[in-house]
């Protein structure tokens, strides 16, 4: 598709349960971002793929969180044993490389609620 | 303390109204300023940036400023549309010599009334 590609767009699911989301980045696009937005705030930074590698993932809040991109292309995004205050939307971004001034394009997010 | 402070948190204006959105930062250095347009449900979308040397950037009815000096910016959007009601995320990227590592402002929402 011409756009980022997110899914599901919504997932819901009860404490303590494993979730997947995942990121069809724009083609071509080797930089990727998952960010985290609560109701009312602005995104927040997750963490930030160049390629394959994750080259910065400060922004994942513990280890219940964890992103893969194992072909440099598609990203999933995995969290364990999920918590209440997990809720949130989850956005994905891609750029054509990471750097310069280039847009971050975005997906339309998948809205995680945690029951 | 937040390093991008947006103003006013809401706004509502009739329609064909112009109107200003303020946004404050304290990220020095910094490598450029975007705004982004969020509609509800939706992902941001990029409508300007803006790199540290320019005052001004327009894309179509919207017209992004920046003074660096005093670390402000401003969104101002001319003739609204319904279609305008939306959120406007100012986003600053630090200058590291890396990657662009967005910080978000959390917005104003603005309403256009017909």
């Known amino acids: ?54 080259a910065d993932d400060s922004g994942l809040p513990n280890d219940r969180f964890f992103a893969v991109r194992p072909e440099g292309s598609v990203s999933t995004l995995k969290i364990q044993r999920t918590e209440r205050g997990d809720s949130a ?27 | 303390k937040n390093q991008v402070e947006q103003s006013p948190q809401s706004l509502i204006i009739l329609e064909g109204k112009n ?25 941001p979308v990029s409508l300007t940036i803006m790199t540290f040397s320019e005052n001004t950037k327009s894309n179509g009815r919207y017209t992004a400023t920046l003074d660096a000096d005093t670390k402000q910016s401003s969104l101002h959007i001319t003739a609204s549309q319904l279609s305008d009601s939306a959120s406007y995320i100012c986003v600053v990227t630090p200058f590291s010599g890396g990657y662009n590592k967005l910080i978000f402002g959390a917005g104003t929402r603005l309403a256009v009334h017909p």
């Open chain 2, 19 to 43: 109107c200003t959105l303020q946004c404050n930062y304290t990220v020095s250095p910094f490598s450029n300023l975007r705004w982004y347009k969020q509609d509800t449900g939706r992902g």
């Open chain 1, 89 to 115: 939307v989850y956005l994905c971004a891609s750029s054509l490389t990471g750097t310069g001034n280039q847009p971050q394009h975005f997906g339309d997010g998948t809205r995680l609620s945690i029951l």
């Open chain 1, 1 to 54: 598709g011409a756009g980022v590609s997110q899914t599901p767009s919504n997932k819901v699911t009860e404490k303590g349960k494993y979730v997947e989301l995942r990121c069809d980045p724009i083609s071509g696009h080797t930089a990727l971002y998952w960010y985290r937005q609560s109701l009312g705030q602005g995104p927040e930074f997750l963490i930030y793929f160049q390629g394959t590698g994750a």
